[in-house]
């Protein structure tokens, strides 16, 4: 294992439910990511988290809101998702200011918007 | 527009062989770049790095080149497994703020017995 642990592995939501996916690492690394990974689509970045800073990408949409309240923790809040929200959810950490910075990512979470 | 491609979405080859994928990127100038394995239903697992400044990094059946010049990676396994097949992905790291790694499409490589 990568040391990255994400739960649910598999969620099914209504677009009018709340839900929330967790991610943990136990790498002591001080960077997070939420990454979205569509069929045929390349993995989009959504969130950062670097030295407890968020760096935003713009284009996420606000039903989807990130919670980061440790550098070990991080948190993806649903709400009022849409169908072609249903993806694969990744997490990722890396420890900044180190040369190379590669990321360790979660197993995912398979997430089915109905 | 910024791009990046990898040359096919599938590659098919027989054990033994060597597999080359390709991964070429427009109007970006990356410090590193970086490989990456995916297999179904899992999260990306890392397998290689490059500096901008190397041109070829090795690491037991892997070989990556870097040509900043071409704006062009490529990926080399040698003696090919079945084991190998899975997909693989180019991610640029444009060092900015949280290590932000942007991601090609990726191609899938199935190498069979």
């Known amino acids: 294992e990568t040391g990255v642990t994400q739960t649910p592995r598999h969620l099914v939501m209504g677009m009018t439910n709340k839900k929330s996916l967790k991610c943990e690492q136990h790498?002591?690394?001080?960077?997070m990511y939420w990454y979205k990974q569509s069929a045929k689509k390349p993995l989009e970045l959504m969130f950062v988290?670097?030295?407890?800073?968020?760096?935003e990408n713009n284009s996420v949409p606000s039903r989807f809101s990130p919670e980061c309240p440790n550098s070990s923790h991080l948190f993806l809040h649903l709400h009022t998702l849409q169908p072609e929200d249903s993806a694969l959810y990744l997490c990722?950490?890396?420890?900044?200011?180190?040369?190379?910075?590669?990321?360790?990512f979660g197993p995912g979470t398979r997430l089915t918007v109905l | 527009s910024q791009k990046i491609e990898q040359n096919s979405e599938a590659l098919n080859i027989q054990e033994g062989k060597t597999a080359t994928l390709t991964c070429n990127y427009t109007?970006?100038?990356?410090?590193?770049l970086q490989w990456y394995r995916q297999d179904p239903g899992r999260g990306p697992v890392f397998l290689l790095l490059?500096?901008?400044?190397?041109k070829e990094k090795r690491k037991e059946r892997l070989k990556v080149t870097f040509d900043t010049t071409l704006k062009q990676s490529l990926f080399h396994i040698t003696a090919s497994q079945p084991a190998d097949s899975a997909t693989y992905l180019c991610?640029?790291?444009?060092?900015?703020?949280?290590?932000?790694?942007?991601f090609g499409k990726g191609t899938t490589l199935s190498v069979s017995s």
């Open positions: 990722a950490s890396s420890q900044e200011k180190r040369e190379g910075g590669e990321q360790f």
């Open positions: 991610a640029l790291d444009m060092r900015t703020a949280g290590t932000a790694l942007i």
């Open positions: 790498l002591g690394h001080n960077a």
């Open positions: 988290y670097s030295l407890e800073e968020r760096v």
């Open positions: 109007n970006y100038s990356p410090a590193y």
């Open positions: 490059i500096r901008e400044n190397e």
